[in-house]
Nanobody, 122 residues
Framework: QVQLVESGGGSVQAGGSLRLSCAASGRGFSINAMGWYRQAPGKQRELVALITRGSSINYADSVQGRFTISRDDAKNTVYLQMNSLKPEDTGVYYC????????????????WGQGTQVTVSS
């Protein structure tokens, strides 16, 4: 059973910083990619940042230069350092992991965390 546990959300003023963490627990898989998505009230969930096993990184244009995604493979953990936060960064942030079972190659499964609230006040 795979589980993603997120932490690090909270409330900050504009210009502040937060660091999100997401740890994948379980056995018998390899992580092909991990990423962060967010959903603001009344809006669709959108990609914030993604990092692949090959260390390819993608950022949403709106966070480029302010957010940094990184990972610790030994801990199966991905981080999102968020600096210079803006009110429009407010939303529920979800971690997603794309995993490949060790015994069944060529198949991927997506797992989602429970979400963590980030609120940025002006």
């Amino acid at each position: 059973q795979v589980q993603l546990v997120e932490s690090g959300g909270g409330s900050v003023q504009a210009g502040g910083s937060l660091r999100l963490s997401c740890a994948a627990s379980g056995r018998g898989f390899s992580i092909n990619a991990m990423g962060w998505y967010r959903q603001a009230p009344g809006k669709q969930r959108e990609l914030v940042a993604l990092i692949t096993r090959g260390s390819s990184i993608n950022y949403a244009d709106s966070v480029q230069g302010r957010f940094t995604i990184s990972r610790d493979d030994a801990k199966n953990t991905v981080y999102l350092q968020m600096n210079s936060l803006k009110p429009e960064d407010t939303g529920v942030y979800y971690c997603k992991a794309t995993l490949e079972p060790s015994l069944v190659r060529g198949i991927e499964y997506d797992y989602w965390g429970q979400g963590t609230q980030v609120t940025v006040s002006s």
